[in-house]
């Protein structure tokens, strides 16, 4: 379907900080979110560490819409209010079923170093518990992700306990509690 085809939306606007807006992603989101996605080193961190291409961004864009249908959240859009264009994407999931919800994010790489995940994550934390009620959120990274540890750490997040995984690898919790 192209672009003209889509039926129109309208844009759900959920929370703002001094730099972004955040709102649903919506079914026009692929192009934005292949800049992040289908960016090898920004992809380095994320799932398998293989970036995504265009059906599997699209993809991605449908399970998000379901996830709103059903949880009522789910990864949203964040809009630079500068450029007014989204640069990354942020999020509360709850991958392979999980009961804890789990924040997750990821920007284009121009926009790495600027303090803007640490906005979004704690934006969106504090959202969290004030919009949708979550008393926890946790977070999971790889050990050598040392640039996300700041991140969460900052956001509001403590460290927690190593996981130990299938394949002998070890990832690092992070845990998030309202006050």
């Not at 703002?16 to 649903?24: C, F, H, M, S």
């Amino acid at each position: 379907m192209s672009a003209d085809a889509r039926p129109h939306v309208s844009t759900v606007w959920l929370f703002e900080t001094a730099r972004l807006q955040v709102r649903r992603i919506e079914p026009g989101d692929g192009a934005a979110m292949l800049a992040v996605y289908g960016d090898a080193e920004a992809m380095r961190w994320v799932g398998d560490g293989r970036p995504l291409v265009r059906e599997q961004c699209e993809e991605w864009i449908g399970v998000t819409l379901r996830n709103y249908a059903t949880r009522g959240y789910g990864m949203v859009s964040l809009v630079e209010r500068a450029a007014g264009e989204a640069i990354g994407f942020c999020g509360l999931v709850h991958p392979d079923g999980q009961p804890e919800a789990e924040i997750k994010y990821a920007l284009r790489r121009d926009r790495w170093g600027q303090g803007l995940a640490t906005e979004a994550a704690a934006a969106l934390l504090a959202w969290g518990a004030s919009a949708l009620g979550l008393q926890q959120v946790i977070a999971t990274t790889a050990l050598e992700n040392t640039s996300s540890h700041r991140v969460l750490l900052k956001a509001g997040m403590q460290r927690g306990e190593l996981r130990h995984n299938l394949d002998g690898s070890h990832t690092q919790l992070f845990i998030w509690a309202a006050h």
